[in-house]
């Protein structure tokens, strides 16, 4: 799977947009870009994935460039409950990947008062 | 439905001492992954299964042991406790096949070797 980069720590204050990059220049054609949080210690939760197009869900947006080399995860209206480790996450869409994660240490996002 | 349970939550062990993590899920998946995570690191996979009867290594496998009897369940085995064993574990589980579905994770298990 693709390594990722991502920056250890950000802040953000309550009720702006928290935009956590995610830089993957190595994806290939056929890797998935997963997003999981974590909070406080507690096991991961899904956030959003894609493959190319930008895509949206309830809990966040996510925007990958045309060339797929970088993504960001956009929280729109970050709440005190969002302060989390985040993880950018690439896999391989082969089934032979059997959906493992590979996580890499996530950037720690603190949402301030 | 309970999702993906895991028991005990904590618990302390004395090196050289053997130990079974459960883990238990309802939601009839077939893929079921056991990681551990070290304080200020990100989760590194110790084993998978991809159904029952069917069981694989991930990247740090050394010192444990899985078994897969039925769907529900895939309990970690640590035969000799050591001190590098301390960690929290956490067990995942998900549906077969496609790339549009997510893994869900139990709460952990936090365990001591001392």
């Known amino acids: 799977d693709a390594k990722t980069t991502q920056p250890p720590s950000m802040d953000c204050a309550e009720g702006r947009a928290a935009n956590l990059p995610c830089n993957h220049s190595t994806i290939s054609g056929n890797e998935y870009v997963y997003w999981y949080r974590q909070i406080h210690s507690q096991g991961p939760q899904y956030i959003i994935h894609?493959?190319?197009n930008n895509e949206t869900n309830e809990m966040a947006s996510l925007i990958i460039t045309e060339d797929r080399k970088s993504s960001t995860l956009i929280l729109p209206h970050a709440t005190l409950r969002d302060t989390a480790v985040y993880y950018c996450i690439v896999r391989v869409r082969s089934g032979t990947s059997y959906g493992k994660l590979t996580f890499g240490q996530g950037t720690i996002l603190t949402v301030h008062p | 439905n309970a999702g993906v349970t895991q028991t005990p939550k904590f618990r302390i062990l004395k090196i050289g001492q053997s130990m079974t993590l459960q883990c238990a899920q309802d939601?009839?998946?077939?893929?079921m992954y056991w990681y551990r995570q070290d304080p200020g690191m990100g989760l590194k996979l110790i084993y998978y299964?991809?159904?029952?009867?069917?069981?694989d290594k991930g990247e740090v496998p050394n010192g444990y042991n899985v078994s897969r009897s039925t769907t529900e369940d895939f309990p970690l085995r640590l035969e000799l406790a050591a001190p590098s064993q301390t960690s929290v574990y956490f067990c995942a589980s998900r549906e077969s096949g496609g790339m549009n579905t997510e893994a869900f994770f139990g709460q952990g298990t936090r365990l001591t070797v001392v």
């Open positions: 299964s991809v159904g029952a009867g069917i069981t």
């Open positions: 894609g493959l190319k």
């Open positions: 939601m009839n998946h077939n893929y």
